[in-house]
């Protein structure tokens, strides 16, 4: 397998979607663009979808990117120009417990996230908590790279259902 060179990245909230982007930035020596990091200003005030758009729009003109998301307005940019989309096709409890964990971690250590930013308390009891996202969303992006796998048209898709597959999967790839 010829090594990929533009990668989407692709999951429920908690999936392992950044930890896999720095994974194949590291083995395939490609830049990482973390999404969060363009989509949430300092106060976790969101950028207009247009700027979002437009910072996504920028990165996937280059050649070599790995992106670790694709969202509403813009999702379509990455889906054009990549010639990877790595699907994490988990089951609910593992990506939510992962999701879980990862914020009360994020929670205890007060660590900064997304230009500056940190989750409280408060943001994780809300109704726009990360949590509840996760439960939201977790059929529709499911739906969404089952759907991307089976259209011909677009770029190849490998879904994984299992850390352990994605390792295997991992370990086959040519190092940069």
Known sequence: ??????????????????????????????????????LWNPGWVEVPVAQQRSRIEAIC????????????????????????????????????????????????????ICNGNRESLGSVLSRDSILVWHVTAFGRARRRMRAWQADPSGPPVVLFRSPAALDRWLDDLPDR
């Not at 990668?7 to 830049?31: E, M, Q, W």
């Not at 969202?71 to 609910?92: Q, S």
């Open 1 to 38: 397998m010829n090594a990929p060179t533009r990668i989407l990245v692709y999951g429920v909230y908690g999936s392992g979607k950044s930890t896999l982007a720095a994974r194949l930035a590291d083995r395939l020596g490609l830049p990482w663009y973390p999404v969060d990091d363009l």
């Open 61 to 112: 003109r280059r050649d070599r990117w790995i992106v670790d998301g694709a969202y509403h307005g813009w999702r379509d940019v990455p889906l054009a120009r990549a010639d990877l989309v790595v699907g994490l096709d988990y089951p609910r409890w593992r990506s939510f417990w992962r999701l879980l964990r990862r914020t009360a971690g994020r929670l205890l250590t007060r660590e900064e």
